[in-house]
């Protein structure tokens, strides 16, 4: 078995409002010196051996990922 994360963030061009209002807080709390925040999503998968990263590709593609405004990125991690 193995480990695989995706990271799932909007593309730099696209409004993150929930970003922008973390942003926006965060002064309001005593947090300064944060100039942006972006907010994205985070997948964990436990696969098999057999599942190669093409699979997990296609998987964070087609079902984990609206890839018109966001980005992914898949890694495999120490269990």
Do not use: C, H
């Not at 599942?51 to 120490?78: G, M, P, S, Y």
């Amino acid at each position: 078995m193995a480990r695989v994360v995706v990271d799932v963030m909007p593309k730099q061009e696209i409004l993150d409002p929930q970003g922008q209002a973390v942003a926006n807080a965060l002064p309001r709390l005593g947090f300064d010196g944060v100039s942006s925040v972006r907010q994205g999503k985070r997948f964990e998968l436990e696969v098999d051996d057999s599942v190669d990263d093409a699979a997990l590709a296609r998987i964070a593609e087609t079902l984990l990922t609206n890839t018109v405004i966001e980005d992914f990125t898949v890694r495999r991690v120490e269990s």
